[in-house]
């Protein structure tokens, strides 16, 4: 199944690319794709996924179609054909 895939703001600079998406196996968790981008990108390691709480880390924000996936199943989200997810850091500010 075809995934697309984007990071945004500080984790696009430390990747070093924006679009990150793919083709996957049908059943693929959202989960699998953020530990996957951690292993690919080193700098992105540990600023994705908590493994001890197994959620998003810190304040990323993981979205599926527009949706967080805090609001869905978390990382066992499971993704289908067609699917944007969107990685993003919380953001800020006054």
């Known amino acids: 199944m075809q995934v697309d895939c984007k990071l945004f703001g500080p984790f696009r600079d430390d990747a ?15 989960g699998e794709i953020l530990r996957e ?12 996924v908590d493994e001890s709480a197994d959620t998003t880390a810190g304040s990323t924000v993981v979205t599926i179609n527009e949706k967080n996936v ?20 919380s953001v800020y500010g006054g």
């Open 70 to 89: 805090k609001h869905l199943d978390g990382l066992g989200t499971k993704l289908e054909d067609d699917d944007v997810v969107r990685i993003v850091p």
């Open 37 to 48: 981008l951690e292993a690919e990108y080193p700098s992105l390691d540990g600023q994705l």
């Open 16 to 30: 070093g690319v924006e679009d990150v998406g793919g083709e996957y196996d049908a059943g693929t968790t959202v």
